[in-house]
């Protein structure tokens, strides 16, 4: 079946520094991917649509130069959290709709940030 | 932004009994899905409903919609110990390009 895959599982950083973080659908393409946000026995927060070859839509309240988001190509997208404080650490998980024919998403594993 | 609520937040059952969760949403709807994670995983998709539809199952699931209400039930008969996750429903309203928003989930705990 359809694959996302999320690199890394989970970072530590310092305060300060910048992670990148990438969602790669394995088997098939995807033009559209989402990111979410979710805290501890929390729900997931959608933060951004990420669109292949152009600029990324995002959710109000989310900051655009805090999460850069670059979707390159038709199977990877790319959210990077610049400048890192502790209240970014959180649970960020992708998402991509297999295709056109259905609603239903496939999602990553998900990548724990801790900044420190 | 959240979608809604899911009542109730936690349920802890036996083995063998049925689980009932439910979901409410404030906006109009093309369809509503249901997604477990397993903690500190990514999400996997259980079921769709459409808006038009009123009722479907999968296997050991019975999903329902009531749209006039603006609501879902996920109902997991014979439950096992496997089935300990958290709940999510999500919806996508129409002309939004798939995008989901979930509602607060529901822990579920079966003790085996």
């Known amino acids: 079946g359809a694959v996302v895959s999320q690199h890394p599982s989970r970072v530590i950083c310092k305060s300060g520094t910048s992670v990148k973080i990438e969602c790669r659908s394995l088997?098939?393409?995807?033009?559209?991917m989402f990111w979410y946000r979710q805290f501890p026995k929390q729900s997931l927060m959608l933060m951004a649509t990420?669109?292949?070859?152009?600029?990324?839509?995002?959710e109000q309240g989310v900051e655009k130069d805090k999460f850069l988001i670059n979707h390159a190509s038709l199977t990877l997208s790319t959210l990077t959290v610049t400048s890192a404080h502790p209240e970014d650490s959180s649970f960020y998980i992708c998402?991509?709709?297999?295709?056109?024919?259905?609603?239903?998403?496939?999602f990553g594993p998900g990548t724990r940030l801790t900044v420190t | 932004s959240q979608q809604g609520e899911e009542d109730p937040q936690a349920l802890s059952i036996q083995e063998g009994e049925n689980a009932t969760m439910n979901c409410s949403y404030k906006?109009?709807?093309?369809?509503l899905q249901w997604y477990r994670q397993n903690s500190g995983r990514g999400l996997v998709h259980l079921i769709l409903?459409?808006?038009?539809?009123r009722e479907k199952h999968s296997g050991r699931l019975r999903v329902t919609l009531d749209t006039s209400k603006k609501s879902s039930s996920l109902l997991i008969t014979a439950s096992r110990a496997a089935d300990t996750a958290s709940y999510f429903c999500?919806?996508?309203?129409?002309?939004?390009?798939?995008?989901?928003?979930f509602g607060s989930g529901t822990r579920l705990l079966v003790r085996p």
């Open positions: 998402s991509a709709p297999l295709g056109t024919a259905t609603y239903e998403q496939y």
């Open positions: 088997d098939f393409q995807a033009t559209t």
């Open positions: 990420s669109n292949e070859g152009s600029k990324a839509t995002y």
């Open positions: 906006t109009s709807i093309n369809n």
């Open positions: 409903i459409r808006s038009n539809e």
């Open positions: 999500a919806t996508v309203a129409p002309g939004s390009s798939y995008k989901l928003i």
